[in-house]
Each structure stands twice: as structure tokens, then as C-alpha cells.
């Protein structure tokens, strides 16, 4: 199953029509990833769940085929979080283990070594963990002789490469012993806590390899310059570019259809769906959707502030 419900409130503008996983990542949509991911990992069936504008991840997926899997998709209503998403799926799940995985990653994590983790400790569940090196704000894992004790707060500076939840795990269908049933749960703050103090093992799979996470403007920029490195390139462009011969742009993700005059620079941003950026600005750091995109919304709670500029609207990332 692939988490897709969220609504991407840290991401906003650029989710202003469109939710956190149909965002294009170097053309591809980020859930497009994650689709990738589990085909090479083995996986050839899976479950969408749906809830924030879920057209743009229908238009992103199609059925599956051009990623490699046979996709279903499940509609909720009302928003259910990471575990009622099981509970209103669970008809579809069926009563094999199977997988979840979110839908804002990109990863090459050895999905069957951790299956592998899970049967040899008879799991109820089995969390793939990564060490948390440079102590971001993820919340911390607790764990004993390979098993999760129990969820911690965010990282400190004495902290010493604390484990963090990768958003990858390997469920059995037991697991909805657990879950309540047609309401909003948490699996970290309902379900696992629950089985944990039930005696029931559910095992760390601590892994390495690649793993990105894009939950915010910030991280966003950066991780798309970081894969663009890799590729030996610091621009990216969408559709229909028009860069003027003597405009200055770099280290920058441009989506489709963007003008950028003569005369312009434009430095660490990302441009939006038809942003225009006229002669003599300079954008740096920032994040510019059009306008008109986002006139008639209120910013959600958690949305970085921004202001209109001309015909755009801009949010500085540097705050």
C-alpha cells in the first residue's frame, strides 16, 4: 500500500493544486518513485489510498504500468492517517503480509532484507529504520535486542545518530487487531504503542542505502539539486522552457511552460506551473507560484508565509 492522502500543508504553494505526491520531481512524480521503488523491489500489486485532491494522483499513476505494478485505489472521504488508511483498505489487503510504504519517497532501501527481518523475528510488524547522522527533525525510534520499545521525541545535539522511521514497513494481517476501526489512528502514536505494551514483537530493521524524504519547500530544492548533481546538472526544466539568451539561471527546478526574461536571475528556486520572471528580478531562495494560482485559498496552518510579486506570489525560503 502507498500512503497518498496527505495534504502537503509544508509544500504549499507548489500543492495548491495538486497533493504532496503528485509533485514532479525532475519530470517524474514523486509517488511515481515510490511506484518504482517497490516494482524493483519485487512487489507487482499495490494499494493507493486517496483523499487531497486525489485526481492530480490518479493523473500522476494511471493504473500502474508504466511503473511496473497493477494499481487500486481506495477513496477516503475523510481523512483516516496512517493507519485508519489500512483499516479502510483492508478488504483490498487481503490476509497476506504486505507492505506500506509513503508516498513522498525516493529510496533504494533493500526492501527484502527487511522481509527477511520480519520472518526471522515472527513480527507483527517490522519498521525499516535509518540513523538519523546529521539529527534532523525526525522523531526518534527506541529500540532492544532488534525490537521497537517505543517513539520518541525530536533529536537533541547530545544525541548520538539516533534511529528514525523511514516510512517503510512490513505489516501481517494481525495488525488490524489493533487498528480501530472506521476513525482517524496514528500507527506510531495508536496502534504500535497498543501492540508493544500487548507483548507483540515488531521489529527494527535498521537499513542503509538512499533515502530522501520530501516534505517541505526546503527539502524539496534541495533534494532535487542533490539528484540533479548526481546527474551532473544543476538546472532542471519542465515543458516549454523559454530562458532568454542572456537571463542567469541556476541551481534551480523550473516545472512547465516557464518564461524567464533577458535580464533575469534566478538562483536556489523553484518556479512553478507558468511563472513568469521579468527582466532585471532576481530570485533567490525562494519558491514562486503564479498568482492567480493560490488568490482564492487561505495558506494552510503549517504553510511557510509568502507575498505576491507582480504576477507571481513568492515564498523565501531563507526564514
Known sequence: MILAAGYGARLWPLTADRTKPALPV??????GYVAEYLARQGVDEAIVNLHHRPDSVR?????????GLRLQYVYEPVILGTSGA?????????????VVVNGKLITDIDLNAALETHRRRSA???LVLRRNVARERFSIVETSDGLVTRFGGMP?????????FTGIQIMEPRIFDYIPRGVFSHSTVEVFPRAIEKGEPIAAHVAEGMWFELSTLQRYLDISLAL??????NLHTG???SIGSVADVRESILWDDVVVENGARVRRSVLGDGVRVRSGEVIEDAVLVRAN?????????KAPPGYRQGDNFVVPLSQ
Do not use: C, W, Y
Open 228 to 233: 540533479l548533481k548526481q546527474r551532473g546538472a
Open 293 to 301: 494560482l493560490v488568490a482564492d485559498q487561505a495558506p494552510p496552518a
Open 124 to 126: 507483527l510488524a517490522t
Open 239 to 241: 515543458r516549454n522552457p
Open 26 to 31: 525532475l519530470g517524474k512524480p514523486l509517488v
Open 59 to 67: 493523473a500522476a499513476l494511471g493504473d500502474g504500468t508504466q511503473f
Open 156 to 164: 537533541q545535539l547530545s544525541d548520538d545518530s539516533p534511529l528514525m
Open 86 to 98: 489500512l483499516d479502510n483498505a483492508r478488504e483490498l489487503i487481503g490476509d497476506d503480509t504486505f
